[in-house]
Nanobody, 127 residues
Framework: QVRLVESGGGLVQAGDSLRLSCVAS????????MGWYRQVPGKERELVAR???????YYTDSVKGRFTISRDNAANTMFLQMNSLKPEDTAVYYC?????????????????????WGPGTLVTVSS
């Protein structure tokens, strides 16, 4: 069973930067799309950024121009570079992996049609 582990969260001031990392225990080239979600207490978990394999990345409007998502399949890692952080970016950030249309070489590592989640990392931005 694949495991995702986030790191890089912390307490920063408005205007600062943070870089989140998500390391997968299995080959991320098997993953159709990876993404970062965030959630604050009492609200729905929202998609922040998403990077499919071989396709353009997506960003929610509130982070466009400030956040950059990337993935390094050779290192089984995904990143979220967050610049010009704002207090409203405060949330628990979760790494997500979508597995769709699994290649035969990946069936030992993943279950087709599954979404995998990390435990989350807290980002707190003070004003």
């Amino acid at each position: 069973q694949v495991r995702l582990v986030e790191s890089g969260g912390g307490l920063v001031q408005a205007g600062d930067s943070l870089r989140l990392s998500c390391v997968a225990s299995e080959d991320t080239s098997c993953i159709s799309a990876m993404g970062w979600y965030r959630q604050v207490p009492g609200k729905e978990r929202e998609l922040v950024a998403r990077i499919p394999n071989g396709h353009n990345s997506y960003y929610t409007d509130s982070v466009k121009g400030r956040f950059t998502i990337s993935r390094d399949n050779a290192a089984n890692t995904m990143f979220l570079q967050m610049n010009s952080l704002k207090p409203e970016d405060t949330a628990v950030y979760y790494c997500n992996a979508e597995v769709r249309g699994l290649e035969p070489m990946c069936v030992a590592q993943y279950a087709d049609g599954m979404d995998y989640w990390g435990p989350g990392t807290l980002v707190t931005v003070s004003s």
